[in-house]
């Protein structure tokens, strides 16, 4: 968020002194003496520029929309075109040109010739504002405690930490710049040339641990991504091809952060480290087509090379004097991975009613970085045995069949069947297969009614045995990992319309999926997710629009864990449930040269955790939110060219989350927090600004 700039008010300010009244009488003969004639190149679009007022700055509220502060904001947009009888043209945006996320962007060109954008946006991600932290030194790569001190066994030992505890904002801002350019040659060339870059800072939470002993601190950032895309393309009559480059360069500035350590551990560790994400590169080269010899037959399909690499120095594998210099088998990881991507759809029509589709794709990911033993430090306090470092790849194979029959002119049936194959190394299973099943069914058994229904079934099966790694501590032979267990997903998904008449009508959207992991003893063994949507809309005529609409959803998920590193002795139950409604009401010249609007939402959210053990039964507290918004407006036309527009801004939110509610600094012995406090708020804001258009 920007403060008030000077640019603003002078437009803002023209815009309330110039007459009302004689712009009126000028775009009203203007109108009349236009009403038939040829269409005019020249520029037209509007400008727009007010004030913003915003009661109390709350991260919830305020997130992405750009402020970063209460009070009063000078705010505008503009969105300008200009188009010439040769085709050339040009046009200027702005959005929210007065707050700190915002975007600008400039497009011009000669249509089928040439085209070119320039595009900017500002992007705010208020994240905390309640955190406090007793580092100084945010936003840099070093967080040191005052020179005076005194370490302790836990948070409550710890004398010096009111004092040195300070209010801090964990916020992250986003700069991406793009350019780019696209010409024709003939009727049959196309070049296509994009740049982006990508610059991000500010700060979020991370955790720094000494063995039993930890803290949360503000960790920063300061990266910057660049990405080109380049390709060209052919397009014939029956056919046509594009080769695609795709680079991405990641860069980022801090390489480590840095943390004194608060408290007494073994060992006297004095500060921490922690490497920060590495520069890294992405290179991709496609060739992607399509082709249609025939009215009754298609194809298209891509196939596309890649290459990941990070060669980025290690930093030192520990920080600790007392535990001596720790030697690394090598001076950077130089990680390569490559990849391989390909698929191909083909559609033909068998007779004028079926139409069959044949689709196969395969997916590699080949992990090619180098294989050494590092002597593993833990927590900069004591160093273990020697571990190898695992270079994970797989590789991804399969298909689909599927059939669409129209039985009828208002009745169509569809079928399919697809198999994929993954095999991975360095994981707890070699290989997995998966037959997945599905049958739709799309009518319209009357004029007024739209009915689909789809069903679908999918069985994972791992092929050989489950495996867990050699890893300390070992994990429990029979835990299952949920992304590789054996699973069967059945889901049902329906959906319609009903159109009581031209202004009224009436929706249905529903989902049930159901994942049973059948051969799971610890872990996820069963997740439900039900989702109904229900919305309606009427329109009598252009001057009034009205909608509404309510959603609930159910997701509940059983776990089952052991404490006994053998067979299941306790199982948990995670159930959240929201239901959220809204609605809205658009009037335009109800009242002559008046537009209102309000719109309003209401979110529920509820979710419980009951744990079934050996001790008696035991629910957690709820985490519970509850968000209502209402947005009110008014726009008041006083000729063609002038008009006043007001809005106003309601909402409220409130959230209990008890694993951070009455969370302060020093509540867990072993853990140093932030401080965090879930929102609670009742919030206005209020925007006045005028638009002139021609």
Same mark, same amino acid.
């Given at each position: 968020?920007?403060?008030?700039?000077?640019?603003?008010?002078?437009?803002?300010?023209?815009?309330?002194?110039?007459?009302?009244?004689?712009?009126?009488?000028?775009?009203?003969?203007?109108?009349?003496?236009?009403?038939?004639?040829?269409?005019?190149?020249?520029?037209?679009?509007?400008?727009?520029?007010?004030?913003?007022?915003?009661?109390?700055?709350?991260?919830?509220?305020?997130?992405?929309?750009?402020?970063?502060?209460?009070?009063?904001?000078?705010?505008?947009?503009?969105?300008?075109?200009?188009?010439?009888?040769?085709?050339?043209?040009?046009?200027?945006?702005?959005?929210?040109?007065?707050?700190?996320?915002?975007?600008?962007?400039?497009?011009?060109?000669?249509?089928?010739?040439?085209?070119?954008?320039?595009?900017?946006?500002?992007?705010?991600?208020?994240?905390?504002?309640?955190?406090?932290?007793?580092?100084?030194?945010?936003?840099?790569?070093?967080?040191?405690?005052?020179?005076?001190?005194?370490?302790?066994?836990?948070?409550?030992?710890?004398?010096?930490?009111?004092?040195?505890?300070?209010?801090?904002?964990?916020?992250?801002?986003?700069?991406?710049?793009?350019?780019?350019?696209?010409?024709?040659?003939?009727?049959?060339?196309?070049?296509?040339?994009?740049?982006?870059?990508?610059?991000?800072?500010?700060?979020?939470?991370?955790?720094?641990?000494?063995?039993?002993?930890?803290?949360?601190?503000?960790?920063?950032?300061?990266?910057?991504?660049?990405?080109?895309?380049?390709?060209?393309?052919?397009?014939?009559?029956?056919?046509?091809?594009?080769?695609?480059?795709?680079?991405?360069?990641?860069?980022?500035?801090?390489?480590?952060?840095?943390?004194?350590?608060?408290?007494?551990?073994?060992?006297?560790?004095?500060?921490?480290?922690?490497?920060?994400?590495?520069?890294?590169?992405?290179?991709?080269?496609?060739?992607?087509?399509?082709?249609?010899?025939?009215?009754?037959?298609?194809?298209?399909?891509?196939?596309?090379?890649?290459?990941?690499?990070?060669?980025?120095?290690?930093?030192?594998?520990?920080?600790?004097?007392?535990?001596?210099?720790?030697?690394?088998?090598?001076?950077?990881?130089?990680?390569?991975?490559?990849?391989?991507?390909?698929?191909?759809?083909?559609?033909?029509?068998?007779?004028?009613?079926?139409?069959?589709?044949?689709?196969?794709?395969?997916?590699?990911?080949?992990?090619?970085?180098?294989?050494?033993?590092?002597?593993?430090?833990?927590?900069?306090?004591?160093?273990?045995?020697?571990?190898?470092?695992?270079?994970?790849?797989?590789?991804?194979?399969?298909?689909?069949?599927?059939?669409?029959?129209?039985?009828?002119?208002?009745?169509?049936?569809?079928?399919?069947?697809?198999?994929?194959?993954?095999?991975?190394?360095?994981?707890?299973?070699?290989?997995?297969?998966?037959?997945?099943?599905?049958?739709?069914?799309?009518?319209?058994?009357?004029?007024?009614?739209?009915?689909?229904?789809?069903?679908?079934?999918?069985?994972?099966?791992?092929?050989?045995?489950?495996?867990?790694?050699?890893?300390?501590?070992?994990?429990?032979?029979?835990?299952?990992?949920?992304?590789?267990?054996?699973?069967?997903?059945?889901?049902?998904?329906?959906?319609?319309?009903?159109?009581?008449?031209?202004?009224?009508?009436?929706?249905?959207?529903?989902?049930?999926?159901?994942?049973?992991?059948?051969?799971?003893?610890? @872990? !996820?063994?069963?997740?439900?997710?039900?989702? =109904?949507?229900?919305?309606?809309?009427? %329109? $009598? #005529?252009?001057?009034?629009? /009205?909608?509404?609409?309510?959603?609930?959803?159910?997701?509940?998920?059983?776990?089952?864990?052991?404490?006994?590193?053998?067979?299941?002795?306790?199982?948990?139950?995670?159930?959240?449930?929201?239901?959220?409604?809204?609605g809205g009401v658009q009037a335009r010249e109800v009242v002559p040269h008046l537009e209102l609007g309000v719109d309003l939402s209401y979110t529920r959210s509820r979710g419980t955790i009951s744990i079934n053990s050996r001790t008696p039964d035991q629910e957690l507290p709820k985490l519970e939110a509850d968000r209502f918004s209402t947005r009110i407006y008014g726009?008041?036309?006083?000729?063609?060219?002038?008009?006043?527009?007001?809005?106003?801004?309601?909402?409220?939110?409130?959230?209990?989350?008890?694993?951070?509610? @009455? !969370?302060?600094?020093?509540?867990?012995?072993? =853990?140093?927090?932030?401080?965090?406090? %879930? $929102? #609670?708020?009742?919030?206005? /804001?209020?925007?006045i600004s005028a638009r002139y258009r021609f």
């Open positions: 968020m920007v403060a008030p700039r000077l640019h603003w008010i002078l437009p803002f300010g023209a815009a309330l002194i110039v007459s009302p009244a004689s712009v009126m009488a000028e775009s009203d003969n203007t109108a009349e003496e236009c009403e038939a004639c040829a269409f005019e190149w020249e520029p037209r679009g509007y400008v727009e520029a007010g004030i913003l007022w915003l009661e109390e700055d709350e991260p919830e509220f305020t997130d992405y929309r750009g402020f970063d502060r209460d009070g009063l904001f000078l705010n505008g947009a503009i969105d300008v075109i200009d188009r010439d009888e040769d085709g050339t043209y040009w046009s200027l945006q702005g959005r929210n040109l007065g707050l700190g996320s915002r975007s600008a962007a400039i497009h011009a060109g000669k249509q089928g010739t040439v085209n070119y954008f320039l595009d900017y946006q500002e992007l705010n991600h208020n994240l905390y504002d309640s955190t406090k932290t007793a580092f100084s030194g945010v936003g840099s790569e070093r967080l040191e405690l005052s020179a005076n001190w005194v370490r302790g066994d836990t948070t409550k030992d710890l004398p010096d930490l009111d004092l040195a505890l300070r209010e801090i904002d964990i916020e992250l801002e986003r700069r991406t710049l793009s350019t780019g350019l696209q010409f024709f040659q003939g009727e049959n060339w196309d070049y296509d040339f994009q740049y982006t870059v990508d610059e991000r800072d500010g700060t979020r939470l991370m955790g720094g641990s000494f063995l039993l002993r930890s803290a949360i601190l503000p960790e920063p950032v300061d990266d910057i991504t660049h990405r080109f895309d380049l390709s060209v393309g052919y397009l014939a009559k029956l056919w046509q091809l594009r080769l695609a480059y795709h680079g991405s360069f990641f860069d980022n500035d801090n390489k480590s952060l840095t943390w004194d350590n608060p408290f007494v551990v073994p060992g006297d560790a004095p500060r921490g480290r922690s490497a920060a994400a590495p520069d890294n590169r992405f290179n991709r080269l496609m060739l992607s087509g399509a082709f249609r010899p025939t009215r009754w037959f298609s194809g298209s399909g891509h196939i596309a090379v890649g290459r990941l690499e990070q060669d980025e120095s290690f930093i030192p594998a520990t920080i600790n004097p007392s535990l001596g210099p720790v030697g690394l088998p090598r001076q950077d990881l130089d990680a390569e991975v490559n990849t391989l991507n390909a698929r191909l759809r083909l559609t033909g029509n068998a007779t004028r009613r079926l139409t069959l589709k044949a689709e196969g794709f395969f997916d590699e990911r080949d992990n090619d970085t180098p294989v050494d033993s590092y002597r593993q430090v833990g927590t900069d306090l004591f160093l273990a045995e020697l571990r190898e470092n695992r270079p994970y790849s797989f590789d991804k194979s399969g298909g689909e069949l599927s059939a669409d029959y129209r039985l009828t002119n208002t009745t169509d049936i569809s079928a399919g069947y697809g198999r994929e194959r993954s095999e991975f190394t360095f994981q707890e299973v070699d290989a997995t297969d998966t037959d997945s099943y599905f049958g739709e069914l799309q009518t319209r058994p009357g004029e007024r009614i739209e009915l689909r229904v789809r069903l679908g079934w999918e069985d994972r099966d791992i092929d050989g045995g489950y495996d867990p790694l050699t890893i300390a501590p070992p994990e429990n032979p029979l835990l299952r990992k949920f992304n590789l267990a054996d699973r069967d997903r059945r889901e049902i998904k329906i959906s319609g319309n009903y159109y009581a008449s031209a202004q009224l009508s009436f929706g249905l959207n529903s989902v049930y999926a159901n994942d049973d992991y059948r051969n799971s003893s610890i @872990g !996820l063994t069963e997740a439900r997710d039900t989702m =109904v949507t229900l919305d309606a809309s009427y %329109s $009598p #005529d252009q001057s009034l629009n /009205a909608y509404v609409y309510f959603t609930h959803q159910s997701i509940v998920s059983d776990i089952a864990g052991s404490e006994s590193f053998g067979r299941p002795d306790w199982f948990a139950e995670n159930d959240d449930t929201i239901n959220a409604f809204g726009e008041y036309s006083l000729s063609d060219r002038w008009s006043y527009r007001l809005d106003y801004w309601l909402e409220y939110y409130d959230q209990e989350d008890f694993f951070i509610d @009455g !969370l302060a600094p020093d509540t867990s012995d072993n =853990v140093l927090t932030a401080n965090r406090e %879930s $929102p #609670d708020y009742l919030i206005h /804001a209020v925007g």
